[in-house]
């Protein structure tokens, strides 16, 4: 029997599955999705298939017996070289145990992909994807939710990317507004306006002070905005250098970070303003506007307020100026025009789900981008241990470059405690890997949308779903290659034999890999990888202490299990490194 060459698992299931459905109750049958699921526990075998179920009322037969059906079928296609046993459970599961064999053929085959991607397919066609993320803003106050942003983006776009799609990322930075008016104002008045600038978050405070308790200040910071709008030299100069500041101060964030934003990603918001004018003549020339209380606005269909009433979208002021809905429209137009995005994924916090459902509806009822899937991508807030929004001690708004410094230091300790002896450049470098893993993967690892509880302990913990326990894995299987003297690199042909329990619960998980990155691609939640991740080290760690590798029984088990070993480290590498998060040889 000619399997195929890509392992996945899944596939190969349901195509067996309906198969057997069509032979026991007729080819008509024979694109019924089979529900195959992995087992949640190993007792009901390695997966399951549910569709007895909901097939008995469309055959007219009692669910046990349309299982018994299928099961025949499935034997009668001497199917044994994949099925150890089938069962039949409950009301009508069907329980899937596979070989061992069929394990081992199919790991082997992941082991030995050509292109080294274990088993992961390219997309076909590759499409070109816009991935909006990060957009912090320059003259307000950076927040931790464009933490959030910076890093679910960043690991949307690698998996994506590492589909062989076409990935755009675009920095949308919030570098237009009236709130520079305050700031630009200030910085003359101070006399700053050449002085070296920093993150500009102590200036922003500081201007917000003023804006809030001087009138004076506040009325020559509104002026200073029409004179930015209007082009006055200066004022767009000191602009100019604002936006220069900030977006070297973000760069250095990001290269902190590992995070694969570069200058060239920047598309802020000013570069959209002669862009708004042309938007506001498509939607005039197909009919859209209208005027509400002197403002311009939009009313796609289905959005309603508070009130009960139909809820309007504004996209010009009475006074004339545009807003950020505005330049979301121009940007659609042009990521769909000009760039060529098939798919546009926005990656913001949830109060802003209505904006981006009212801008995508809008852009649809402009006829830009028929076929085109724009996607926004909620989360949650970052919260503090005592469950309020997280702050400093001193409750102002937490620094990106401390918390970097912090999780840093604290890895550093960390990593002093397990292992004194490491020379200090070493630890270095292992802090920066470990501190900025963990601070990555405890946003990732949990369901976006909810809130998470910023944790340092839990999230540098060396037990549980983080990222050092994950790390901490890949290191055990370096720690044994160097004990036993072996280049993981010189295994290629070695040969996997799956025959113990734990083999088999390790190799399940391994062959799962394509489908979780497709479905993390798929749903854009990169928690589903973590989860994955986790299990795989779990297993891992149960493999190594019932199967002994450098000490195995013969040297056919010892060069498979390292084999497998460099399997499960190849993955972890593939995995976290799709996070964003290095992985180490040592710690
Ligand atoms: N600058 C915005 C903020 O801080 C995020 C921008 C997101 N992207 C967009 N195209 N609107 O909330």
Same mark, same amino acid.
């Given at each position: 029997m000619v399997l195929p060459i890509m392992p996945d698992l899944q596939q190969i299931l349901i195509a067996r599955l309906q198969t057997a459905v069509a032979a026991a109750f007729g080819d008509a049958y024979a694109k019924v999705d089979p529900l195959v699921r992995l087992s949640a526990q190993a007792q009901f075998g390695d997966y399951q298939a549910n569709l007895a179920m909901s097939l008995s009322k469309q055959v007219n037969a009692k669910p046990r017996d349309v299982a018994g059906k299928i099961v025949e079928a499935l034997s009668l296609h001497g199917d044994d070289d994949i099925f150890a046993k089938i069962e039949i459970?409950?009301?009508?599961?069907?329980?899937?145990?596979?070989?061992?064999?069929?394990?081992?053929?199919?790991?082997?085959?992941?082991?030995?992909?050509?292109? *080294?991607?274990?088993?992961?397919?390219?997309?076909?066609?590759?499409?070109?994807?816009? $991935? #909006?993320?990060?957009?912090?803003?320059?003259?307000?106050?950076?927040?931790?939710?464009?933490?959030?942003?910076?890093?679910?983006? #960043?690991?949307?776009?690698?998996?994506?990317?590492?589909?062989?799609?076409?990935?755009?990322?675009?920095? @949308?930075?919030?570098?237009?507004?009236?709130?520079?008016?305050?700031?630009?104002? @200030?910085?003359?008045?101070?006399?700053?306006?050449?002085?070296?600038?920093? !993150?500009?978050?102590?200036?922003?405070?500081?201007?917000?002070?003023r804006f809030d308790a001087e009138p004076d200040f506040s009325r020559r910071a509104r002026k200073r905005v029409v004179s930015l709008? *209007?082009?006055?030299?200066?004022?767009?100069?000191?602009?100019?250098? %604002?936006?220069?500041?900030?977006?070297?101060?973000?760069?250095?964030?990001?290269?902190?970070?590992? $995070?694969?934003?570069?200058?060239? #990603?920047?598309?802020?918001?000013?570069?959209?303003? !002669?862009?708004?004018?042309?938007?506001?003549?498509?939607?005039?020339?197909?009919?859209?506007?209208?005027?509400?209380?002197?403002?311009?606005?939009?009313? =796609?269909?289905?959005?309603?307020?508070? !009130?009960?009433?139909?809820?309007?979208?504004?996209?010009?002021?009475?006074?004339?100026?545009?807003?950020?809905?505005?330049?979301?429209?121009?940007?659609?137009?042009?990521?769909?025009?000009?760039?060529?995005?098939?798919?546009?994924?926005?990656?913001?916090?949830? =109060?802003?789900?209505? @904006?981006?459902?009212?801008?995508?509806?809008? %852009?649809?009822?402009?006829?830009?981008?028929?076929?085109?899937?724009?996607?926004?991508?909620?989360?949650?807030?970052?919260?503090?241990? !005592?469950?309020?929004?997280?702050?400093?001690?001193?409750?102002?708004?937490v620094r990106l470059e401390d918390l970097i410094q912090e999780a840093e230091e604290r890895a550093a300790k960390v990593i002093a405690e397990k292992n004194p002896d490491l020379p200090a450049e070493e630890r270095t470098k292992i802090a920066h890997a470990v501190g900025i893993g963990a601070l990555k993967y405890a946003d990732l690892s949990s369901d976006r949308i909810k809130d998470y509880i910023f944790d340092w302990d839990r999230m540098l913990a060396f037990d549980g779903n983080t990222a050092p326990y994950i790390q901490n894995a890949f290191v055990r299987v370096h720690g044994i290659f160097r004990k036993g003297n072996v280049d993981p690199a010189s295994l290629g042909d070695k040969t996997i034999v799956i025959a113990e329990p734990a083999e088999h619960a390790l190799a399940l998980k391994l062959l799962q890999l394509p489908s979780v990155i497709e479905s993390v691609a798929q749903s854009l939640e990169p928690h589903r990888m973590c989860t994955y991740l986790y299990e795989t080290a779990a297993a891992y760690h149960k493999f190594f202490e019932t199967c002994p590798v450098l000490t195995a029984p013969n040297d056919a088990t010892r060069w498979s299990r390292l084999r497998l070993s460099a399997v499960t480290a190849a993955t972890f590498k593939l995995g976290l490194g799709l996070l964003g998060i290095e992985t180490i040889e040592r710690m």
């Open positions: 459970a409950g009301p009508g599961f069907i329980n899937l145990h596979l070989t061992d064999a069929f394990l081992s053929q199919q790991l082997n085959a992941m082991a030995s992909d050509a292109e *080294g991607r274990l088993g992961v397919p390219k997309a076909s066609p590759p499409l070109t994807v816009v $991935v #909006d993320y990060s957009s912090p803003n320059v003259a307000k106050e950076m927040h931790v939710g464009h933490l959030r942003s910076t890093i679910i983006g #960043d690991s949307i776009a690698r998996v994506l990317e590492y589909q062989g799609h076409k990935v755009i990322r675009q920095n @949308h930075l919030g570098d237009w507004g009236t709130q520079f008016g305050m700031l630009i104002e @200030h910085l003359i008045e101070k006399g700053l306006k050449d002085a070296e600038l920093g !993150d500009l978050t102590s200036l922003y405070q500081e201007a917000k002070r709008q *209007g082009g006055d030299e200066e004022t767009l100069s000191v602009w100019r250098r %604002l936006v220069e500041a900030s977006a070297t101060y973000f760069q250095r964030v990001y290269n902190r970070l590992g $995070v694969l934003l570069e200058p060239t #990603d920047i598309r802020g918001e000013s570069f959209y303003n !002669d862009r708004l004018a042309p938007v506001m003549e498509s939607l005039q020339k197909a009919g859209l506007l209208s005027e509400s209380e002197g403002a311009t606005v939009v009313t =796609p269909p289905g959005f309603m307020g508070k !009130d009960g009433e139909p809820l309007p979208m504004i996209v010009r002021k009475s006074d004339g100026g545009f807003l950020y809905a505005t330049t979301d429209l121009a940007g659609g137009t042009f990521r769909v025009k000009e760039l060529g995005a098939s798919r546009v994924i926005y990656v913001t916090g949830a =109060p802003q789900a209505q @904006h981006f459902a009212m801008v995508f509806a809008v %852009l649809k009822m402009m006829g830009v981008g028929e076929g085109v899937k724009f996607e926004h991508v909620p989360f949650g807030s970052v919260l503090g241990p !005592d469950g309020k929004v997280f702050k400093t001690r001193e409750g102002n708004t």
